[in-house]
């Protein structure tokens, strides 16, 4: 039973564009959900988070938006470059437990084309 | 910058084998995990660990163990390596509250 879902395997986007992609999670205890990127043969790498008492956040050409009604969250990579071309990851944590663990999506392909 | 260390890159070992895998962090974190990714499956994690000597089961324990004897470090243990633990293991930190985790650069293990 997967609690956190990314729907899409793959995305293409034409650099200069935006890119967009989205996750969906299950459980409504998730408080915290983060977006990392991984490329290949390396270690994922924090990109983003947000909390769940915001909507938005926001870093440089990085947003994260947060619709908990819908339980759905997504990043926007505004311009995309071909170096952001790699596999993102998101993930989502609860309170509670004796330690924050990750629960994560299988993760969005995105290729940015030049 | 935190540093998060694996002790391989890659690893190639026969079925029935046992099979340390090392991770040290640098950050004094409280929290160190376990995940192995494989393709359309994303991050799962195996084990996981708050403190020394304490450790608890992710959501894929089985056919692994785990050593937390300093806090510095964190081993994942094969006890009869087989062909389905053929992959990428990822190994973790994170501190206090924080939610967080940093990741070492992985170990692409494959059970021959």
């Known amino acids: 039973d997967q609690q956190v879902k990314q729907n899409s395997p793959s995305l293409s986007v034409q650099e200069g564009r935006i890119s967009i992609l989205n996750c969906d999670y299950t459980?409504?205890?998730?408080?915290?959900f983060l977006w990392y990127k991984k490329y290949p043969a390396e270690g994922p790498t924090f990109l983003i988070s947000?909390?769940?008492?915001?909507d938005k956040n926001e870093d440089g050409r990085f947003t994260v938006f947060l619709n908990k009604s819908a339980k759905h969250l997504s990043l926007h990579i505004v311009p995309s470059q071909p170096g952001d071309s790699a596999v993102y990851f998101c993930?989502?944590?609860?309170?509670?437990?004796?330690?924050?663990?990750?629960?994560f999506g299988s993760g969005t392909q995105l290729t940015v084309l030049p | 910058d935190v540093k998060v260390t694996q002790s391989s890159r890659y690893l190639v070992k026969r079925t029935g084998e046992k099979v340390f895998l090392e991770c040290v962090q640098d950050?004094?974190?409280?929290?160190m995990f376990w995940y192995r990714q494989d393709p359309g499956l994303g991050l799962r994690l195996i084990y996981f660990?708050?403190?020394?000597?304490?450790?608890e089961k992710g959501d894929i324990p089985e056919g692994y163990s785990v050593s937390r004897e300093k806090k510095e470090r964190f081993s994942l243990i094969l006890e009869s390596a087989s062909t389905n633990q053929t992959s990428m293991y990822l190994c973790?930190?994170?501190?206090?509250?924080?939610?967080?985790?940093?990741f070492g650069q992985g170990t692409r293990l494959t059970v021959v």
């Open positions: 973790a930190s994170s501190g206090g509250s924080n939610t967080e985790a940093f």
């Open positions: 993930a989502a944590s609860m309170r509670g437990g004796s330690a924050r663990q990750l629960t």
């Open positions: 459980n409504s205890m998730f408080d915290y």
């Open positions: 660990s708050y403190d020394v000597k304490m450790k």
């Open positions: 950050m004094d974190h409280e929290n």
């Open positions: 947000i909390s769940s008492i915001k």
